[in-house]
């Protein structure tokens, strides 16, 4: 099993400064942000200098989107269907699929390509609420084409599974009552056992990442979404599981953007698998 002070020490060792990379961690002039101030696709509306309206809203947000303060329509996880990463029938994937939806549908209320992307539901300024949604800028941006940011479609297919149980389950409010470090039986035990805290009343799960401090729910850690799809209350994995939207610190190091955490040493990978 690969422990934390392993990874950060080959964090370290390829030059990655623990501190400087917390720092740079922002969505202002990515390629999430859809201003023209940052790297968007068509380089971004002229229409508002409002960074995080195209996702978030403080005033009239979607109640039923699972992300905060939620300014998009959301993606339908059922129709047209998404083409899931099980009907490969790769004999090692062992954990049951929820239906798309969680986090992950907000992420693909973009990536899915069926509307533009700059489609919100309470615009920028006084007088642009539109409960079924409206382009901020319809000749600037639009659907998303694939270029600069992935554009994944309906077929997940050929992509890292999502709204899929942890570990192959077992892990659940059932068989870990408590909080602190899951000490059951994993489904498959190949992977790292999770942590839990309750917050509200609820249970969150998570898995270390190689930055921070181990037991401690940080932006830098692999984050698990609890759902009752299946019966109980576990946790899944999801988009946000591995993507920090508003992470754009691993860009220029030879990564994919929007990680949790760099991938030098595969940091990602081996935090969830012990492989």
């Avoid at 922002?26 to 390629?31: A, D, E, L, R, Y």
């Avoid at 009239?60 to 099980?86: C, E, H, I, Q």
């Amino acid at each position: 099993m690969f422990n934390k002070v392993r990874i950060q020490s080959a964090l370290l060792a390829g030059g990655l400064l623990l501190g400087g990379f917390s720092a740079q961690a922002q969505v202002v002039g990515s390629q999430h942000d859809l201003t023209t101030g940052g790297q968007a696709q068509g380089g971004g509306t002229a229409n508002t200098d409002q960074v995080c309206v195209f996702c978030h809203t403080p005033h009239g947000a979607d109640t039923n989107a699972p992300v905060p303060l939620w300014n998009k329509t959301m993606t339908d996880g059922a129709s047209p269907a998404f083409t899931r990463y099980s009907t490969l029938a790769t004999p090692t994937f062992d954990s049951t699929e929820a239906p798309v939806g969680s986090v992950s549908l907000a992420c693909l209320s973009c990536h899915d390509g069926t509307q533009a992307m700059d489609v919100v539901i309470n615009g920028a300024g006084s007088g642009n609420y539109n409960p079924a949604g409206a382009e901020i800028d319809p000749g600037a941006i639009g659907v998303m084409t694939g270029s600069p940011v992935p554009m994944l479609g309906r077929d997940l297919s050929n992509d890292h599974p999502i709204s899929m149980q942890y570990a192959g389950g077992g892990v659940s409010t059932t068989s870990q009552p408590a909080d602190g470090t899951f000490t059951g039986t994993l489904g498959d035990p190949d992977f790292v056992a999770p942590e839990r805290v309750t917050l509200n009343t609820q249970p969150i799960w998570w898995v270390d990442g190689p930055l921070g401090t181990t037991g401690t729910r940080e932006k830098t850690d692999m984050l698990l979404y609890t759902r009752n799809d299946l019966g109980v209350q576990e946790p899944f994995v999801e988009c946000g599981s591995c993507h920090d939207p508003h992470n754009a610190a691993t860009q220029g190091q030879g990564s994919v953007a929007f990680l949790r955490t760099s991938n030098a040493a595969s940091a990602v990978c081996v935090a969830c698998h012990t492989k």
